[in-house]
């Protein structure tokens, strides 16, 4: 069998490893290089933590997601992840980090509450002013995204059963017959044909469109002070929920960079345009920072990337099948990069076993804890739905 996978990020290459670790021809076309540093996956690092406010679905994945990236980390020789410990703050009327210790003790992996004076004393580089409650969890860390994406992308070069083809853009696809075209005109035919377009989804297949949005987000590499360097080389990745939106912030680790990140979706920009970020994108962020770091003011901005989110309105991954033998792979809303390895591991299985679409899709949408449950009563949906906690990255 034979797969087509248009979009060399995490999403896509993870699909060609599953794919061609089950013995199946793949075909990966990039429009970039490989990596692209465009793509969402192309970036220090990403985030990969248990707490997941309400969402018990995504958060009986990460365990599931660290045996993925550990049979990775077996087949690439080498461990792209630095373990940090979470750590959850919440003020401000956000009950987040509370919601997601409840969803954690339901199903065994509890959160410990540390008092404001506990945590001032272990982490003493946070201002701790605004935080009502704190959560500490010992999992969770840093992915080393983009060297784990060049990675990949080498070890799947050594495959003979995978051709990838950066500097290759797809003009269309026809996921009814398993077709797509380059904008050179060139056209390949395989079996089934995945497409992992990431913001670029919607131009390939009009459909989703309006379903998954790009949208253009801002973060911001700082220099810290020599002398807080030591202690923020140690951890932790935080998940603040003390302001009008929630911010990550990524520790320094193995020498990367500390990025400061939030979780509030611009819904609009092109992936295509420029790159460079205005003041007006940077200062709220800026702003934000203010009083969460102690001696902020001797911080330098070292500097600033804009990169795209693709979100879908309740932040839930779309991997559906799309038409006889097309499917669409855009696990995103800010969050996807954690499961990109399990991700492409479990399409490669439904695709491989012929496994029930619909049991794959619901359980990429977080509502089912395994593809091979039976698909629900009517009605489950929509009332997850009502009770869906905006998490961040
Ligand atoms: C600022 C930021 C912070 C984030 N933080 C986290 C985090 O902490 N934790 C976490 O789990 N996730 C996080 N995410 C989300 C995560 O990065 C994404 O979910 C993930 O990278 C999406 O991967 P992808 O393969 O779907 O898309 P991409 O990485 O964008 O890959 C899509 C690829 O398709 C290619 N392509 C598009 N159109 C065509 C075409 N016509 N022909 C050929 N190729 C094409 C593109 O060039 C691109 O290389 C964050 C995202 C951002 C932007």
Redesign the pocket.
Known sequence: MKTII?????????AAWGLSREGHAVEL????A???P??????E????RHPYGDRQGYARMIDPAFEAWDMLWRDLGQTLYAPTGTLALTGNGNDWAERSARTLAAIGRPMTELTIDELRQRFPQLDARGVERAFWMDSGGV?F?QDI?AALSRHLQSRPDVALHPH????SVDLEHGRVV??SGASYEADSVIV??????G??VPEVERTLVPSR???IYFRLPQEQRAAWAKGPMVIQKTGDVGL?F?PPMQGRGFKV?DHSFSRSGD?DAGREASEDEIRPLIERCRGLFRGFDGWRTDRV?A????VTEDERFVVDKAGAKGWV????????????ALMGLELARTIAANRDPTAHARWAAGLESDIHAPLPRQGVESKTKTSVGRG??
């Not at 992992?196 to 989804?201: C, S």
Request: one cysteine or more.
């Open positions: 248009v979009g060399g990020g995490i999403m896509g290459l993870a076309l990039e429009q970039g490989l990596p692209n465009l793509a969402s996956s192309v970036d690092h990403r985030l990969i992915l995204a994406v290759t853009a797809v003009r380059t904008a992992a377009a990431g913001a670029w989804v131009r390939l987000q801002v973060v990550y990524v990140g992936p990337k990169c795209f989110y693709t792979m855009s696990a995103c809303s800010g969050h996807g990069f954690k499961f990109g961040s990255g």
